[in-house]
C-alpha cells in the first residue's frame, strides 16, 4: 500500500514537473517568435528596409517573417528525428537554446543604416533559426505532457503546452508595450532592442525547468521493447502522409486568422484606420490574458464532448466572425476594437485548445514527434507565414477588408473538409503506450 502510494505521488510529481517544464518552455519559446512579428509589424520596416514606400516595407518586412515560418517544417523533421529515437527532453533543451540565442542576437543587429544590405540579410538568416527552433519545440512539449497525463484527460493535458502562446504573446506583446511607453521616441532607434535582449533571462529560467524534467512514460516504453524506428520522419512520410496533410489543413482556420489577429492588425489599425499603437497593443494584452483561461477550458471540453465537435464549432465560430471582426475594427471606437480583439482569440482558442492532442493522437508512440511536428509545421508554410503577406496585398489592391474576410471563410472551409476526413479514434488511440518489438523488415503496429 505505502509503495504503490509512494508511486502515486512520484508520478503526480513527474507529471506535474512535465506539464510546468513543457508550459514554461515553450512560453519562451513563444515569446521570442511572436516578439519578431510585432518587430515586423511596428519598427523592422522603417529599421532594415528603409527608403520604400509604407507598403513596400511593411511587405518587406512581412516577408522576413514568413521565411520563419517557412523553417518551422525544417524544424519538425530535424528534431522530430532525434525526439523520436533519443527522447523528447534533450530535443527540448536544443530547441529552447536555439531560438533563445537567435532572438538575443537579433537584439543585437545593427540596422540597415548601419551596415547597409547585410542587416536584413543577417535578419533573415536569425529569423530562420528561430523558424527551426519553434519549429522543433511544439511536437515535444505537447508529448511530454500529453504521454505523461492520464488517456481520459489528452485533451486537457496537451493543452497546457499550448497556453505557451497566450503567455508568451502576453509576455512579447507587454514589453514591447512598456518599452513604447519608457523609452518614447527612443524605441525606434534602440528600445526595442531590450525585448529581444531580455530573452536571455528567460533561456536561464527556460533551461534550469527543462533539466530537471524526466522522459515521458510513453516514448520509455518505446525503448525498453525495441519499438524506436530508424528512420521515424521517413515511415511517417511513407505510411502516414495522409495524417500529415490533414493535420496540416486542418489548422488553416486556426493559424492564418491567428496571424491576422495579432500581426496583421497592428499594421492595418496604425496604418490603414489610424488608430493609436499602444491602444491596440492594450487590447492585444487583454485578449491574450482571456487565452489563458479559454485554452485549456476548450482542452477539457474536447476531454468531454469530443475533439471533433470541438474544433468544428470554433471553426464555424472563425467563419461566422470573419466579416463582423474587420466591420467592428473600423469603426475606430475603442470598445468594438477591444471586443473584436478579445473575441478573435477566443474562437481561435476553442481550436488552439484541443488541436494538440487532435493532431498527435493521429501518430503512433514510436513517430508521433515526426508525425505530430510535420503536420502541424505544414500548416506554417500554407498558412501561418502567408497570412498577412496576402492580407496586406489584398488590402493595398482593393483598399478594403472585405477580400480578407473572403480569405479567412475560405481557409475556414478548407478546415472544415479536412476535419471530417479526420477519424473518430480521437478520443482514444489504441496505439498510445503500447509499441511492439520490432521485427527485421516489419513496420511497427500502429501506423
Sequence with gaps: MGT??????????HRNRAVVASTVGTAIEWYDFFLYGTAAALVFPQLFFPGQSDYTGVLASFATQFVGFAA???GAAIFGHFGDRVGRKSSLVITLLLMGVSTVLIGCLPTYGTIGLAAPILLVVLRVVQGIGVGGEWGGSVLLAMEWGSKKRRGLMASWPQMGVPLGLLASTGMVRWMTSATGDG???????????ASAVLIAIGLYVRLRVVESPDFSAVKNTQGVVRLPGWDVLRHQWREVLKAAFV?????????????????????????ARSDLL??????????LVSIPLFGHLSDRIGRRLMYGIGIACVAAFAFPYFALLNTGSAGLVLLAIVLSLVFHDMQYGPQAALIAEGFGTHVRYSGAGLGYQLASVIAGGPAPLIAAAILQDTGSSTGISIYILGCCALSLVALLLIPRRADSDPTVGKPVRQEAGERPAGT
Excluded at 4 to 13: E, H, P, V
Excluded at 282 to 291: F, P, Q, Y
Design 4 to 13: 504503490s502510494t509512494g508511486q502515486t505521488a512520484a508520478t503526480r510529481s
Design 72 to 74: 518551422r517544417p525544417v
Design 187 to 197: 524605441f525606434e532607434s534602440w528600445g526595442w532592442r531590450i525585448p529581444f535582449l
Design 251 to 275: 489548422r488553416l482556420s486556426e493559424q492564418a486568422p491567428f496571424y491576422l489577429f495579432i500581426t496583421f492588425v497592428l499594421s492595418y489599425g496604425t496604418e490603414h484606420l489610424g488608430l
Design 282 to 291: 492594450d487590447d492585444t494584452l487583454v485578449a491574450a490574458a482571456v487565452g
